[in-house]
């Protein structure tokens, strides 16, 4: 299976992706969270890519592209097939995602595309705790900690991430609208968008597996 899921930010790529890999068995490659790696272990990409992340903006094309190209070529990958998550986020990544799909004799499968209102997204994210320490992830109002301020799993501190707070959130909704919309229509023309209209996470992993045939 290769499929591209894209979305707004906290629309619940990630969830639904984590919810694929578990039940269906290909891999979940998430290229915010391979970002957000690197600047943990302070790598040279990780402090290429923190002064966009901190900003909301996007890591410049080729950066990125070698990146995700690096972390495709696997052999893992290949057998195992592939769930998009934050990635292409631009036509041009999105081209060299094709040219990565000809030189390696695979297809697309089909482009997940999860919609969901502004307001929900800005009311979602601007929600979310992260925690320092296991990077767990809960909410104020859906999904609160035991403790306040606390990681159940770990107990380290929980913390609003940099671009989760709200002038963040707006301006990654911006971006979105910009640069990964025009991605959106790429793949339309390709005939391999399926809409689907984000709520409840059980509910909206049902109409993907429907979608996708599964
Ligand atoms: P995410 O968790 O997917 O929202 O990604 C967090 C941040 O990582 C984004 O706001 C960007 O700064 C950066 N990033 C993730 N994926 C990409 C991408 N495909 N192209 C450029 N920047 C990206």
């Not at 272990?41 to 290429?48: M, P, S, V, W």
């Not at 209209?197 to 045939?213: D, F, H, M, Q």
Request: charged letters at 30%; proline letters at 4%; hydrophobic letters at 35%.
């Amino acid at each position: 299976m290769r499929i591209v899921l894209v979305g707004p930010p906290g629309v619940g790529k990630g969830t639904q992706a984590a919810l694929l890999q578990q039940r269906h068995g290909a891999l979940h490659i998430s290229s915010g969270d391979i970002f957000r790696a690197e600047l943990k272990a302070e790598t040279e990409l990780g402090r290429l890519a923190k002064s966009y992340m901190e900003r909301g903006e996007l890591v410049p094309d080729d950066v990125t592209i070698r990146m995700m190209a690096t972390r495709l070529d696997s052999p893992e990958v290949r057998e195992k097939g592939f769930l998009l998550d934050g990635f292409p986020r631009t036509v041009a990544q999105a081209e060299a995602l094709d040219e990565w799909f000809r030189q390696n004799g695979v297809r697309l499968d089909a482009v997940i595309a999860l919609e969901v209102e502004d307001e929900e997204v800005v009311r979602r994210l601007s929600g979310r705790l992260t925690c320092r320490q296991c990077g767990a992830i809960y909410h104020r109002e859906n999904h609160p900690p035991k403790v306040e301020g606390v990681c159940d799993a770990c107990g380290g501190e929980l913390i609003v991430r940099k671009d989760d707070q709200e002038e963040t959130i707006r301006e990654r909704l911006r971006v979105y609208h910009e640069t990964t919309k025009p991605v959106v229509d790429y793949y339309e023309r390709q005939g391999l968008v399926r809409r689907i209209e984000a709520r409840e996470v059980e509910s909206t992993y049902a109409k993907i597996k429907a979608a996708l045939g599964l």
